[in-house]
């Protein structure tokens, strides 16, 4: 294999993809992508959707866990993580929530605005309409290589929908992809499209094959291969990686290296290159190329809670064909090989909302009262236009595969599910050895911040009312489930174009660069940031180049 490119991108998720795939548009430059896990286009229980539990443990997840969380009732927690071709965007629920611009106008950088970033993002996408969905014309890409689609939300939705309406949240129905609105309710679009799941690969495959990119799977990056220049800058020449049985390989970019390995392992190859607060590193014995004191901190993740409830009459959930069918995995899959339909085809999500609760928690709780607040701002440090929550439901009883309680014949759940927006918890990824086949510490100190605790409980609270008191589903209820029961910021690590600071020819380009959470989940931000890196990358490239026409 040939050992020079002109970029080498670091992992082959979701942002890795896209970035290659954009560069490699110019069919005279040559890229490598490197990706950890293995090659996906086999594997079935990616493309299915509604198989995505099947990969959040094994090869292909990472097996994160947490140490215990103080916050959590010292409970240690998995965060799972995709490990082969398509990364998170292959194992994740394919919900594309963008936000609202004023997330990303709380950047406080104008290269990563609301308008920048909603423009990015439709940039990825070509959307499928459906007779059913009016969509908002204006929000959508309709010329990308990710293929969304609107999924109807079942009868279970249709309820909900109306029990949101009954408390305040008007109906929008694409206010997920045009983010006009902090209270609303409507329907999220996904990515899938006949039955697939559509990730990034999608850029570099099918139609998309490109020669001038050269995809190498089990190959873990270690390190950045970084030297000195003759004007004492410092520059990245490349990557050392290893593959699975621990042989070590070089690969050198005459251009640039790209870090696209996720919030977790990003900030770990920095750290392993010796980029990272000295302290740390030295504590590992390794040597400080550039002492930057962000490197894995402001880590930052969206807080989720189930609440389960019975219903009770039978027709509103997919519970007989999830959770009554003994050979329900069987079933789903030869039905979607046969016809790409079945319950595993979809993913098992139904209808959306958004909500602010500041003032709720304003008028009935004083220690809510105490918090400080900026001018325009609640506790949580958001404006009015930004949403506290997001809730939704699940279809049919279902969750992670450690849940437990599966409905019998006869018996209908669903859960309903409190998401936080702005979540103000803090926690960090540090490294606990320097092989590049261990997992770094994940410590994201859940609920550590108070505010998250008191509007998460007001959020459950307020769900409560919609599922039991709402129009739509009040008179269904049975009971609960189960029955017995920026570049100033000296912590920055990357510029506003995502260059490594103190590192020439270096870049970070996924979710790791958020500097606050948006509202809502993360790939579609995801898809936004890579289409701004490649836009980056490609304009440094052409500066360079009519400055070398220009010395001609
Ligand atoms: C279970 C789950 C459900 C989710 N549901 C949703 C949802 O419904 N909607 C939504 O919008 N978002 C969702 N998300 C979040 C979203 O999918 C991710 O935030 C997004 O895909 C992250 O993109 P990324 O490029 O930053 O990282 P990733 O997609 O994780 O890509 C990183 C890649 O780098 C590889 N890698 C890591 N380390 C190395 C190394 N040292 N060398 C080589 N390769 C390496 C990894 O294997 C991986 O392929 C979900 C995520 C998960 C895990």
Redesign the pocket.
Known sequence: MEHMFDYVV???????PIIAGRLSEDPNVKILM????KDSADMDDMHMAGA?TQN?TGETDWNLTTPPQPGLQNREIHV?????LG???G???????RGVRQDYDDWGLPEWSGDEMFRAMKKSETFHPSKWFPEDKSSHGYDGPMHIEAAPVLPLGELMLESYKSKGLDYRPDMFSSGETANGCGHTLRTTWKGYRTTPMDFLTKDRKRSNVTIKCN???DRVIIERETDNTLQAKGVE?EDNDGNRFKAFARKEVIL????Y?SPA?LLRSGIGPKADLEALNLVCKVDLPGVGKNLQDHQLIFTYYELSQPGLTDDPRVNHDPNAYENGRREWRENKGGWLAQFPFGAFAFARLDDRLTAENPEWREFSRRPGRDPMGQASSQPSLEFFHTVCYGGPPEYTDFPKEGQYAFAMCCFLCGAQSRGEVKLKSTN?HKNPIVDHKYMSDRRDLLMMSEGVRFANEIVTTGAGTKDKIKGAWPPVGSSDDDMAVVDTKLRVKGVKGLRVA???IMPLVHSG????P?FGIAEKAAEFIKETASVKSSAVRANL
């Open positions: 670091c992992g082959g998720g979701t942002c890795g490197l990706e950890a896990g995505w959040h799972p993580r995709g490990r082969f990364g998170s965007s194992c994740n629920g394919t919900i594309c929530v190959a873990t990056v990686y696209t390995g996720g919030t392992a190859i590049c996924d979710c790791s989940h993360t790939q579609m995801a």
